[in-house]
C-alpha cells in the first residue's frame, strides 16, 4: 500500500513541476479549440461561459510560462508550437451509497459532484519537425465524510463515527480548475521541450 501511495503524490507533484529553460524559448499557440462542456442533470457548480475557462487557462499559461523563461508570441516564427487539440469541461454526478451498520445513515445515497478540466494538446519543435503529446487536468469532487468536525470535538458529539456529511466544494471550484489546468499545462510544456531538445 506504502509504495502505490508513494508513486501517486510522486506523479501528483512531477505534473505540477516544470522545468526552466536556461537558454530561453519562444512559442506560439496555435487557434485555441472550442471548449467542449459535458454537464450532467442536477449539476451544481458550472456558472459560467466555456470560453471564458479557456481564455483563464490560456492566460495562465502564459504567466506560468514566462517564470520558466519561455515567451509566448502570437504569430510569426517561434521554437515550439503549441496546438491545442481539446479542452473539456466536465462535471458528473455519482451516486455513494452508507454501508455502515452501526449508522443511522446506513442504505442512504448521497448524490455527490465531481468537477474536471481537462486539455490535450500537441507540442512541435520548429527546429528539428519533432513532436510530442501534452496533457494536463485537474479535477476536485465531492466527498462522503464521517471524521469528527470542530464542532463534534467542542460538544463531544460523533465520537463513534457514525454520522455521515456530505463535504461539498467551494462556489467558485471551475475558477480554481482553470488555473490549476493552467498551471499544469505550462509544465507538461516544458517537460516536453527538454525531451525534444535531446
Given at each position: ?138 479535477s476536485k469532487d465531492e466527498q462522503l465524510k464521517n471524521n469528527r468536525t470542530v464542532f463534534d470535538l467542542a460538544l463531544g458529539t460523533n465520537k ?39
Amino acid at each position: 500500500m506504502r509504495p502505490l501511495l508513494l508513486l501517486t503524490v510522486v506523479l501528483t507533484l512531477s505534473s505540477c513541476f516544470g522545468r526552466k529553460i536556461p537558454e530561453g524559448a519562444t512559442l506560439r499557440i496555435s487557434a485555441a479549440p472550442q471548449p467542449e462542456l459535458v454537464i450532467a442533470d442536477g449539476a451544481k457548480y458550472w456558472n459560467g461561459t466555456e470560453r471564458e475557462c479557456l481564455e483563464k487557462t490560456l492566460a495562465v499559461l502564459r504567466t506560468e510560462l514566462a517564470g520558466f523563461q519561455v515567451t509566448v508570441v502570437d504569430s510569426g516564427k517561434a521554437d515550439y508550437v503549441l496546438q491545442l487539440s481539446s479542452y473539456t469541461i466536465t462535471e458528473s454526478i455519482r451516486s455513494e451509497t452508507v454501508r455502515d451498520t452501526a449508522s443511522s445513515y446506513n442504505g442512504q445515497t448521497f448524490q455527490l459532484a465531481s468537477c474536471d478540466i481537462s486539455v490535450n494538446g500537441l507540442l512541435i519543435s520548429e527546429r528539428n519537425g519533432r513532436s510530442k503529446k501534452v496533457f494536463a487536468g485537474a479535477s476536485k469532487d465531492e466527498q462522503l465524510k464521517n471524521n469528527r468536525t470542530v464542532f463534534d470535538l467542542a460538544l463531544g458529539t460523533n465520537k463513534d463515527r457514525t454520522e455521515y456529511r456530505q463535504k461539498t466544494l467551494a462556489g467558485s471550484i471551475y475558477e480554481r480548475l482553470c488555473e490549476q489546468s493552467g498551471q499544469r499545462l505550462a509544465a507538461a510544456v516544458t517537460r516536453k521541450m527538454e525531451k525534444l531538445k535531446k
